[in-house]
């Protein structure tokens, strides 16, 4: 192991412990899944091997503020990679009290203050600091932000505010999808958010998320803010959803199934490189009303345009 490996994960311990002290009441603190650390904590000890570590450390931060008759809380998802503090962390937040445009903008200036942070330094408890400020400023929005609302959406049905009346069908590239842990990460945002679609791994990786249009806005959001060598839509198709909306939609809207990973034959490459079979991902597409993506993809010759390593 480096000395950086050793130094990171022990700086990651370390902060974990700090911020489950800090945020000790039931349902601030919340570990993903708690033999993350202790799998870290056998690394450590030489009990347990680098190469074969599967799990990293996630966890939700509930930070809740209030002043006189007014309360907001928001929730900070982290994902920390096992390089973390030398590699930036994975972070989204959620926020139902806010406003889209004002949770936008706080996620946007959220981003920036990551940035800023210096590599080798964890960062989390001063992130959790830094939103708890912005939630008091915040505060001071919330009856304006109702009042603006209920004007702008005047005659329209509440599903139309949330952006549930039309669905969203996103076409995602990138250049592999290797990671067991990044696999994961999407299966599990897919099942969260009741998304329709698939994940194909490999060389190249290809997504499709169908669903709410807000739905799938955030599973967009959380994807592009993982470490990617490439990755962009291809294409996004909005159709209507029938007149009774989500609680009514008629499966024939959907051109896949709930989500899932597509596995198809693998085919090896130069180290732990692999791709699908494209003639059956040609005909899964075809199969699913969706053959002239494979054209879009992968061009006449069946190869990715972009790959030219």
Known sequence: MQNNDHEGLELQLAEVEMLQSMYANPGEFVLD??????????????????????TRI????????????RNMSVELVCQLPHEYPFLKP???????????????????????ELDEQAEGEICIGILVEWLRERLYTEL???????????ESLQGKSLKQQEGRDTLTRL??????????IKRKDIQDWGDELNLHGFSMPGKPGIICAEGATCDV???????????????CIKEQEVVAFPKDGLAGKSDSVFKFGPFFELVLDARG??????????????????????????NLFFGVSGKPAEDVD
């Open 269 to 294: 490459g130069k180290g732990r490189e692999y791709h699908m079979d494209l003639g059956q991902f040609s005909t899964f597409l075809q199969e699913h009303d969706s053959g002239h993506m494979f």
């Open 58 to 69: 996630g966890f939700t931060i509930k930070i809740f503020v209030e002043n006189e008759d």
């Open 140 to 150: 001071q929005h919330i009856d304006s932000a109702v009042s603006e609302s209920d």
């Open 33 to 54: 899944d708690p033999s993350s650390v202790e799998q870290i904590q056998a690394v450590l000890s030489g009990d347990f091997n680098i190469g074969n570590l599967q």
């Open 217 to 231: 806005d955030e599973f967009w959001y959380r994807i592009r803010r993982m470490n990617w060598k490439k990755i």
């Open 90 to 112: 994975q972070i989204f937040t959620r926020a139902s009290q806010m406003c889209k445009k004002r949770h936008k903008q706080m996620r946007d200036d959220l981003s920036k």
């Open 171 to 180: 076409w995602i590239y990138s250049h592999h999808i290797y990671s067991k």
